[in-house]
Nanobody
């Protein structure tokens, strides 16, 4: 089982930026998908973005398109989520997740808190 560890959360003002990192415990095969999900306070967990290791193909939730960018560094077994133009509604615990099929939910990180102040 792949172990995933997130880092990079924190407190930021509206309009600010943060970058989250996800590090996998082993080299990921080409068809593996790394993704980010988030759980806002009092709400269900929701999909944010995902990237395929081999092709680099990406998928985004409509709510973050144009503001968030997901990328990966295969040599470092890492994925990143660059978050720009942050809004208070982006406040949530962000989880890195991975798997070989869609949706990528075979492995989960412990989560990292992102708080956007208004």
């Amino acid at each position: 089982q792949v172990q995933l560890v997130e880092s990079g959360g924190g407190l930021v003002q509206t309009g600010g930026s943060l970058t989250l990192s996800c590090t996998a415990s082993e080299r990921l095969y080409s068809s593996y998908i790394l993704g980010w999900f988030r759980q806002p306070p009092g709400k269900d967990r929701e999909f944010v973005a995902a990237v395929r290791q081999g092709t680099g193909g990406t998928t985004y939730a409509d709510s973050v398109k144009g503001r968030f960018t997901i990328s990966r560094d295969r040599s470092e077994n890492q994925a990143y989520l660059q978050m720009n133009s942050l809004k208070p509604e982006d406040t949530a615990v962000y989880y890195c997740a991975g798997g070989g099929t869609w949706p990528p939910q075979s492995s989960w990180g412990q989560g990292t808190q992102v708080t956007v102040s208004s």
